[in-house]
């Protein structure tokens, strides 16, 4: 296994729909390691999601996982999953901020569908369909949206709220948190 380089905002291959994978290769060892390698740069970037295109390969490809660290934070399963596709469950949408491994350091609130249900083939090549929300649900289409070219900032509505994180930390967060404290 191997770390990746992760290609950053202004690379085109960011920009570009990834093709998609013949399920007779989704077992082939050239994309078995290619799925361990974007598990193992995940988790050295402390990233919760991958999309191949992160890491320069124009592949319908995506990995996501959090194991359960934090108690305030949902776990999310480790996922594979080729040739992803979501609908939304219901025209609710929710904000939430969104960062990028490709986009390092800047954070910004997303509106996203609040539940979806999820559709594609598993590191096996296997059918898989699912249901996901909340936070599970917002990392799918975040890592989805990579694979049309499509990155969070093309989904923001209000700029406002675009931030470094240093200050996405001290003016956001912690304005939240006293706000939860006061309530």
């Given at each position: 296994m191997a770390i990746l380089k992760v290609s950053r905002m202004?690379?085109?291959?960011?920009r570009?729909?990834?093709?998609?994978?013949?399920?007779?290769?989704?077992?082939?060892?050239?994309?078995?390691?290619?799925?361990?390698?974007?598990v193992e740069t995940m988790v050295d970037y402390e990233g919760?999601?991958?999309?191949?295109?992160?890491?320069?390969?124009?592949l319908r490809l995506i990995v996501l996982g959090m194991p359960d660290v934090d108690?305030?934070?949902e776990a999310i399963p480790l996922t594979v999953l080729f040739n992803p596709e979501f609908t939304a469950m219901s025209d609710e949408r929710v904000d939430g901020w969104?960062?990028?491994?490709?986009?390092?350091?800047?954070?910004?609130?997303?509106?996203?569908?609040?539940?979806?249900?999820?559709?594609?083939l598993n590191g096996e090549g296997q059918q898989v369909e699912f249901a996901a929300e909340g936070f599970f649900a917002r990392v799918l289409q975040h890592e989805m949206d990579h694979l049309d070219g499509v990155l969070f900032l093309d989904r923001m509505e209000d700029f406002e709220t675009l931030a470094y994180f240093e200050e996405y930390q001290r003016y956001w967060i912690e304005e939240e948190e006293e706000e939860e404290e006061e309530e």
């Amino acid at each position: 296994m191997a770390i990746l380089k992760v290609s950053r905002m202004g690379h085109p291959v960011l920009r570009q729909r990834a093709r998609d994978i013949p399920p007779e290769e989704i077992t082939s060892p050239p994309l078995q390691r290619l799925v361990a390698d974007m598990v193992e740069t995940m988790v050295d970037y402390e990233g919760i999601g991958l999309a191949a295109p992160q890491v320069y390969q124009p592949l319908r490809l995506i990995v996501l996982g959090m194991p359960d660290v934090d108690p305030e934070e949902e776990a999310i399963p480790l996922t594979v999953l080729f040739n992803p596709e979501f609908t939304a469950m219901s025209d609710e949408r929710v904000d939430g901020w969104e960062g990028c491994l490709s986009i390092p350091e800047i954070r910004g609130v997303v509106p996203r569908s609040a539940a979806v249900d999820v559709n594609g083939l598993n590191g096996e090549g296997q059918q898989v369909e699912f249901a996901a929300e909340g936070f599970f649900a917002r990392v799918l289409q975040h890592e989805m949206d990579h694979l049309d070219g499509v990155l969070f900032l093309d989904r923001m509505e209000d700029f406002e709220t675009l931030a470094y994180f240093e200050e996405y930390q001290r003016y956001w967060i912690e304005e939240e948190e006293e706000e939860e404290e006061e309530e």
